[in-house]
């Protein structure tokens, strides 16, 4: 099986950075479009971004467009999210997630995603 572990979450005050690392083991990483996914309290897990599995197609939602990058190091078995310009709405749990359903139009519905890291908690704040 995919195992995937989150890492590199923290305390930021608006307008910093963080760059979040997504690293696999088990099965190779190179046949898995992986997405981050964030959660808040109190509301329902949204999809931050996607990256196919040869790293050449991307997603983002709207709402992180131009502040967040993804990327992806087959190589090192490790996916990474930058976090750039954040905004106190960034607050939450950060999950990244496996799925082998190339249909880029579900990149933003957790439900196709087969495999989940634990989390790591990004707070922004002042």
């Known amino acids: 099986q995919l195992q995937l572990v989150e890492s590199g979450g923290g305390l930021v005050q608006p307008g910093g950075s963080l760059r979040l690392s997504c690293a696999a083991s088990?099965?190779?990483?190179?046949?898995?479009?992986i997405g981050w996914f964030r959660q808040a309290p109190g509301k329902e897990r949204e999809g931050v971004s996607c990256?196919?599995?040869?790293?050449?197609?991307?997603r983002y939602a709207d709402s992180v467009k131009g502040r967040f990058t993804i990327s992806r190091d087959n190589a090192k078995k490790t996916v990474y999210l930058q976090m750039n310009s954040l905004k106190l709405e960034d607050t939450a749990v950060y999950y990244c997630?496996?799925?082998?359903?190339?249909?880029?139009?579900?990149?933003?519905?957790?439900?196709?995603?087969?495999?989940w890291g634990q989390g790591t908690q990004v707070t922004v704040s002042s």
């Open positions: 088990g099965f190779s990483l190179d046949y898995y479009a």
């Open positions: 990256i196919s599995s040869s790293g050449d197609l991307t």
């Open positions: 997630a496996a799925k082998t359903n190339p249909i880029i139009s579900t990149w933003y519905m957790a439900a196709r995603y087969a495999y």
